[in-house]
């Protein structure tokens, strides 16, 4: 069961992102490995660089409507619209003056471009392969630090004089030198268009049904009235309480039992009233998922809970802006479990997906 329209929009979609449902159930890597070649055959050591291409795939399960959104809503990627390459979202280079309590406190840091390209049968993700802070300085990017993988290597002579590699590392090491862009292109004989394109991450589309398949997962968070708000659960763009979610397999390959659902309030430091968790929260109100999830709101001069007749009271007058967070959790699959949420403004009354 899909409702696709439902889907797109309680994770702030456009419509073309239709064309891109199904699942994301494994990942390709690419990259580049410098070899450091040490050879002694003239009695001294003689190091040269040489360069290559990397691949490897491995198990990663995720849902291209989900990465969409958080990558737009989270990851600070913006729209652009189709291309050549696919619809396109772009992340765009930008310096940061980093301020206290950074660790670069002070330093203008240049962060590279990515850009994301998503098509029926895949999604691309490129990056400009960079190291943007070097030993604790921040780089100017004007010739950057290559961000590749070091190995070493031992030559030698076969019986025909011929130049063999005897040994090489299993492990990456740390190199007597590294590679700036300029002297690494001219290594590799490449163009920078395409160092990028060749360091890319390739998440391959399977096209799966709703009926048997998760798609996505969303949290919608609504406000029934002026003082109340009431939580949902979308799986596949469907209310999870009005069909059997637990029969459809997730992104691992796997089936659910389950999902813990909750609101948390963020307003300042935790309340003396709740035992101390891991979110960072003010309160934490635990929710059944197969129950009403409407909750009483009211502003007051205090952050607390009255769970007789679930009413939130929040203190609007501190210096934090009151948020509530709608969040559900799937009960985990074999250490894998995926969650989302929703964002509402108890001040402003704007919702921001998690």
């Known amino acids: 069961m899909i409702n696709i329209d439902k889907a797109l929009e309680v994770l702030g979609l456009p419509p073309e992102f239709e064309a891109y449902n199904g699942q994301i159930q494994q990942r390709i890597n690419r990259g580049y490995t410098v070899y450091e070649n ?78 994301i390209y998503f098509n029926p049968d895949r999604v691309e993700f490129t990056y400009e392969p960079y190291e943007t802070v070097v030993n604790g300085i921040a780089d100017d990017m004007t010739n950057p630090i290559v961000r590749v993988q070091y190995k070493s290597r031992l030559l030698g002579k076969d019986a025909t ?36 394109w060749n360091c890319r991450i390739t998440y391959p589309i399977v096209p799966v049904k709703g009926e048997t398949h998760i798609t996505s997962v969303a949290m919608d968070i609504e406000q029934p009235t002026a ?8 799986i596949n763009g469907i209310d999870a309480n009005t069909f059997d979610y637990k029969k459809l397999i997730n992104s691992f390959g796997q089936t659910y039992g389950g999902y813990m659902q909750q609101y948390r309030l963020y307003n300042g430091p935790r309340s ?83």
């Open 272 to 354: 003396i009233e709740t035992s101390i968790n891991v979110y960072g929260s003010t309160l934490d109100i635990g929710q059944n998922p197969t129950q009403d999830s409407t909750l009483n709101l009211q502003a007051g001069g205090s952050n607390t809970y009255n769970a007789t007749n679930r009413t939130l009271t929040y203190n609007p007058s501190l210096e934090d802006d009151a948020k509530l967070l709608a969040y559900m959790e799937f009960l985990p699959a074999n250490g894998k479990n995926e969650c989302a949420g929703k964002w509402l403004s108890l001040e402003t009354g704007i919702e921001t997906l998690y």
């Open 38 to 115: 040490n050879d002694f055959s003239s009695g001294k050591n003689v190091i040269t660089y040489t360069v290559e291409q990397r691949q490897s795939t491995e198990l990663f399960g995720l849902y291209p409507l989900n990465y969409a959104a958080m990558m737009l809503y989270t990851g600070g990627f913006t729209l652009e619209g189709m291309t050549d390459k696919g619809y396109h979202l772009l992340q765009a280079r930008k310096a940061v003056l980093h301020e206290p309590p950074s660790s670069r406190a002070g330093q203008l840091v240049h962060y590279v471009e990515s850009n």
């Open 227 to 234: 003082t109340s708000v009431k939580s949902t659960v979308y």
């Open 161 to 196: 004089g011929k130049t063999v590699v005897k040994w090489t590392s299993r492990g990456t090491i740390t190199p007597k030198k590294r590679f700036r862009r300029d002297e690494f292109l001219q290594l590799a004989g490449i163009t920078e268009e395409q160092l990028v």
